[in-house]
């Protein structure tokens, strides 16, 4: 990876198996928008960042190299080879091969486990574009003002001591509907100490995943998002019906169960399930298999 600053870009050379708009649009995050062709605006680290990418460099602006090397670096795990991944995922099987070709520049995002958990939360039984004007909604009422972009004015998520000043009235004002109760639980919990998101990166993951289980309305599929996109635990495979149908499709011809699908996965795919599904995810979704 090779990287440089000018003015208050930040450019960057020779990196392999990024695609901006493969990482954004495969599901993992929710606070983005795109702005034309491989060009997007993020909202991510209470900053407010572009991403240019073209044929020969990805642009990120405006940036400062401090916040490059403390931020995105991290965030959009610039420092894993992905190549040497899809060589060993590549080998697994035809189906999750095909899956990698399609859309090889993917990369799983390290996020904000709060934003990430309540995010989630939001997604039950609610399409992409309705997430992402739920949380914007919720970010402009109860976050903190990060900065105006193009005359829009953009907000940081809220805290857990933030949100929790809500009341189920508020949160279903911002479009969140039945899943309010959900969010003031997850606000209660974290708040009070009675679940430290910070100690989860820690456990194993089978030990993080019932600990989130804790919170209401939070099933298997929540927990190993959470887990998968803000705790780096690459063995999570999220199963929602997305990818309960393509999984079925692919590999097993006949309907089966979650937990099963969930299994299977960890065993055919080890330590790299979780990157495994989102492949699958894009690749499934963008050719409706399954559907």
């Not at 099987?93 to 904000?112: F, T, V």
């Not at 979780?274 to 559907?291: D, E, N, S, T, V």
Request: net charge neutral; charged share 25%; hydrophobic share 40%.
């Amino acid at each position: 990876m090779n990287y440089r600053q000018v003015k208050d870009k930040i450019i960057l050379k020779d990196i392999n198996s990024f695609n901006i708009e493969q990482i954004l649009e495969c599901g993992q995050c929710f606070r983005f928008y795109k702005i034309s062709e491989g060009h997007y605006l993020i909202i991510a680290k209470a900053k407010v960042l572009k991403i240019l990418q073209t044929d020969e460099e990805v642009i990120f602006y405006p940036a400062t190299i401090e916040d490059f090397k403390n931020l995105w670096i991290s965030y959009f795990d610039l420092n894993r080879d992905y190549d040497i991944i899809k060589q060993l995922l590549a080998e697994k099987d035809q189906y999750l091969n095909k899956a990698i070709d399609y859309a090889p520049g993917i990369r799983i995002l390290n996020q904000d486990p709060w934003e990430c958990l309540i995010s989630f939360i939001i997604s039950q039984n609610k399409q992409i574009p309705h997430i992402k004007q739920v949380v914007n909604h919720i970010s402009r009422r109860f976050g903190q003002y990060i900065d105006t972009v193009d005359n829009i004015d953009y907000f940081a998520f809220p805290t857990a001591e933030e949100l929790s000043k809500a009341k189920e009235e508020d949160l279903r004002a911002c479009k969140a509907g039945f899943r309010a109760p959900y969010i003031l639980d997850a606000c209660k919990k974290i708040k009070s100490g009675e679940i430290d998101l910070e100690k989860l990166k820690y456990l194993p993951y089978e030990e993080a995943k019932t600990t989130l289980l804790n919170i209401k309305a939070v099933g298997p599929k929540i927990a190993d998002c959470v887990l998968l996109f803000a705790f780096g635990k690459w063995e999570a495979f999220p199963v929602d019906i997305w990818i309960k149908r393509i999984m079925e499709s692919l590999y097993f011809n006949r309907e089966i169960s979650l937990n099963e699908i969930g299994h299977f996965a960890r065993e055919q795919f080890g330590n790299y399930a979780g990157l495994a599904q989102q492949y699958l995810f894009y690749y499934g979704r963008q050719l409706k298999i399954g559907k």
